[in-house]
């Protein structure tokens, strides 16, 4: 069955980097787009970036251009967020997903919080 399993979080300083990592499996990750995902305490889910198959093309929200950097290596099912000069607003629960129609199942997401 699908699963996605994201990792690499945790507590930041402001300023500082993350990457996270997004294991895919159960499903041919390489043919699709893949995004990830943030949601803070009390909003709704947030796209943050988007990544085609075969890597060709990205696409960032506004809130994060220049700061993150999405990638994947289709070798190893898995889809990266390089995350740069970390913000407090930044502080959510990152999730992976397909795109642009994701899976009604959802990973478990990694907890990101930025804080002095």
């Known amino acids: 069955q699908v699963q996605l399993v994201e990792s690499g979080g945790g507590l930041v300083q402001p300023g500082g980097p993350l990457r996270l990592s997004c294991a895919a499996s159960?499903?041919?990750?390489?043919?699709?787009?893949m995004n990830w995902y943030c949601q803070a305490p009390g909003k709704e889910r947030e796209l943050v970036a988007t990544?085609?198959?075969?890597?060709?093309?990205?696409n960032y929200a506004d809130s994060v251009k220049g700061r993150f950097t999405i990638s994947r290596d289709n070798a190893k099912n898995t889809v990266y967020l390089e995350m740069n000069s970390l913000k407090p607003e930044d502080t959510a629960v990152y999730y992976c997903?397909?795109?642009?129609?994701?899976?009604?199942?959802w990973g478990q997401g990694t907890q990101v919080t930025v804080s002095s």
């Open positions: 990544i085609t198959s075969n890597a060709g093309r990205t």
């Open positions: 159960g499903f041919t990750s390489s043919r699709y787009a």
């Open positions: 997903n397909k795109a642009p129609r994701a899976f009604d199942y």
